[in-house]
């Protein structure tokens, strides 16, 4: 054998051996491997080609008119007056637009905004400046600087126990001019069983705008309505609704219920409190106090003070500082327990105090018998007529009265119905 064919065989064992030795895969071939990897790289080409085109794409797309500017679509040769609809005259108002209109610009200037005094900015512990939200409205009485509001408004800083001419409250009123001038709002009086409460202000006449008072027991549900406010401090807002309902229970911020409430659909929110309702005519006939929500915001229920009750309680305040409640000044059974002793209908009498006017017109306390059993007392089961099913219901008729009226008592004495006439008492409260 020649040399030439010795290193011939040499090289073929070599190479056989070598290609033993790489097959890591269950004896597939090196072309074999060599083949998948440029197979996976071709595919990764592929698919980096592919996100190259989208991105560009997607870039062109935002910004052709810049990189491309034959591609923007336009026509040089129009003009802007071409392409420029025709803007038509605004024209009069409908007649209900504009008596809507003159309403809230007539009654604009009546409401004005309260911040509650307790919450003026203050440089906290961790040294944040804390600043207020607006708290809620307000409207003006008369010239003498009274405004009127709920409790539960200025209810923080009456939670202090302040004194009368306390300053309570930031009042800002609106001016002709649309600029808002701040005052201080000092205490004249407050009444929590009403959610009512009167500040005064130091304001110049001419700013002062009273609100027009109108008469609440003449509504009639379905008649429109206008709610003016500052719901979430925007000042002066302006929402429109109807009469939903009357004589509702109102259940107040201030944790009272107040009786004789309307109800309406006009938007309120949080900052509306204190505000005036008004009828179509621009009369105020409740101040807002309430909404019935599950979010916090205006979910079409909302409720107003009616006027008779405002124009009952604020001249009290003003002349008082308090209101002064009629009463008779009895105890009355608590409505469960005079369930519970069998009373169906009417207000039990338990103690009648010596002395008082129910004392002298002869009314009987309950008590006990010689054997020790209990002899009730006279039941109340009218007033003037009207009809009393328990204490609760007592006390709502005898809030319609003043201190000295006379009123007609219809009671219930064992088997007997007699009547008893005398002059209510200023309420221990």
Same mark, same amino acid.
């Given at each position: 054998?020649?040399?030439?064919?010795?290193?011939?065989?040499?090289?073929?064992?070599?190479?056989?051996?070598?290609?033993?030795?790489?097959?890591?895969?269950?004896?597939?071939?090196?072309?074999?491997?060599?083949?998948?990897?440029?197979?996976?790289?071709?595919?990764?080409?592929? @698919?980096?080609?592919?996100?190259?085109?989208?991105?560009?794409?997607?870039?062109?797309?935002?910004?052709?008119?810049?990189?491309?500017?034959?591609?923007?679509?336009?026509?040089?040769?129009?003009?802007?007056?071409?392409?420029? $609809?025709?803007?038509?005259?605004?024209?009069?108002?409908? $007649?209900?637009?504009?008596?809507?209109?003159?309403?809230?610009?007539?009654?604009?200037?009546? %409401?004005?905004?309260?911040?509650?005094?307790?919450?003026?900015?203050?440089?906290?512990?961790?040294?944040? %400046?804390? #600043?207020?939200? &607006?708290? &809620?409205?307000?409207?003006?009485?008369?010239?003498?600087?009274? #405004?009127?509001?709920?409790?539960?408004?200025? &209810?923080?800083?009456?939670?202090?126990?302040?004194?009368?001419?306390?300053?309570?409250?930031? %009042?800002?009123?609106?001016?002709?001019?649309?600029? +808002?001038?701040?005052?201080?709002?000092?205490?004249?009086?407050? /009444?929590?069983?009403?959610?009512?409460? @009167? !500040?005064?202000?130091?304001?110049?006449?001419?700013?002062?705008?009273?609100?027009?008072?109108?008469?609440?027991?003449?509504?009639?549900?379905?008649?429109?309505?206008?709610?003016?406010?500052? $719901?979430?401090?925007?000042?002066?807002?302006?929402?429109?609704?109807?009469?939903?309902?009357?004589?509702?229970?109102?259940?107040?911020?201030?944790?009272?219920?107040?009786?004789?409430?309307?109800?309406?659909?006009?938007?309120?929110?949080?900052?509306?409190?204190?505000?005036?309702?008004? /009828?179509?005519?621009?009369?105020?006939?409740?101040?807002?106090?309430?909404?019935?929500?599950?979010?916090?915001?205006?979910?079409?229920?909302?409720?107003?003070? $009616?006027?008779?009750? %405002?124009?009952?309680?604020?001249? +009290?305040?003003? +002349?008082?500082?308090?209101?002064?409640?009629?009463?008779?000044?009895?105890?009355?059974?608590?409505?469960?327990?005079?369930?519970?002793?069998?009373?169906?209908?009417?207000?039990?009498? !338990?103690?009648?105090?010596?002395?008082?006017?129910?004392?002298?017109?002869?009314?009987?306390?309950?008590?006990?018998?010689?054997?020790?059993? #209990?002899?009730?007392?006279?039941?109340?089961?009218?007033?003037?007529?009207?009809?009393?099913?328990?204490?609760?219901?007592?006390?709502?008729? !005898?809030?319609?009265? &003043?201190?000295?009226?006379?009123?007609?008592?219809?009671?219930?004495?064992?088997?007997?119905?007699?009547?008893?006439?005398?002059?209510?008492?200023?309420?221990?409260?």
């Amino acid at each position: 054998m020649s040399r030439w064919c010795v290193v011939e065989v040499e090289r073929r064992r070599s190479a056989a051996a070598m290609a033993r030795w790489r097959r890591p895969w269950g004896g597939r071939s090196m072309r074999t491997t060599c083949d998948l990897g440029a197979m996976s790289s071709k595919a990764l080409l592929l @698919v980096s080609k592919r996100k190259l085109i989208a991105l560009s794409a997607f870039c062109l797309s935002l910004h052709s008119s810049r990189y491309f500017p034959a591609l923007a679509l336009g026509d040089t040769s129009v003009k802007i007056e071409d392409v420029t $609809p025709r803007i038509l005259p605004s024209g009069p108002l409908f $007649p209900t637009e504009k008596r809507i209109a003159e309403l809230f610009e007539t009654n604009t200037y009546s %409401v004005v905004n309260i911040f509650d005094a307790t919450l003026r900015p203050q440089l906290n512990v961790t040294g944040v %400046v804390e #600043i207020p939200e &607006g708290n &809620g409205s307000g409207v003006v009485w008369d010239d003498s600087g009274h #405004i009127v509001t709920n409790y539960h408004v200025v &209810g923080s800083a009456l939670s202090k126990n302040p004194k009368p001419g306390d300053v309570v409250a930031r %009042v800002n009123i609106l001016a002709a001019e649309g600029i +808002q001038k701040n005052f201080e709002g000092k205490l004249v009086g407050a /009444d929590r069983a009403k959610d009512l409460a @009167v !500040l005064k202000v130091d304001a110049p006449t001419d700013l002062l705008k009273p609100i027009n008072v109108g008469q609440s027991s003449a509504l009639r549900v379905g008649q429109q309505c206008l709610a003016i406010g500052n $719901p979430f401090g925007f000042d002066h807002t302006l929402t429109v609704g109807v009469i939903s309902g009357l004589n509702r229970d109102i259940f107040s911020q201030a944790g009272v219920t107040i009786g004789g409430g309307i109800q309406t659909d006009a938007a309120i929110n949080p900052g509306n409190s204190g505000g005036p309702l008004l /009828d179509s005519k621009g009369h105020m006939i409740g101040i807002n106090t309430a909404i019935f929500t599950q979010t916090g915001t205006s979910a079409g229920v909302g409720f107003a003070i $009616p006027s008779s009750t %405002v124009l009952k309680i604020t001249p +009290q305040l003003i +002349q008082f500082g308090k209101v002064r409640r009629a009463g008779l000044n009895v105890d009355f059974a608590p409505d469960p327990i005079a369930y519970q002793l069998n009373v169906r209908n009417g207000a039990l009498i !338990l103690k009648v105090p010596g002395g008082s006017a129910a004392a002298k017109a002869g009314l009987a306390p309950t008590g006990r018998g010689f054997a020790g059993n #209990i002899v009730l007392g006279d039941i109340i089961v009218a007033v003037d007529g009207k009809p009393v099913k328990g204490k609760s219901d007592l006390l709502r008729v !005898l809030d319609d009265y &003043g201190v000295g009226d006379q009123v007609t008592l219809t009671i219930r004495r064992g088997s007997e119905t007699l009547e008893a006439t005398l002059p209510l008492e200023e309420a221990n409260i």
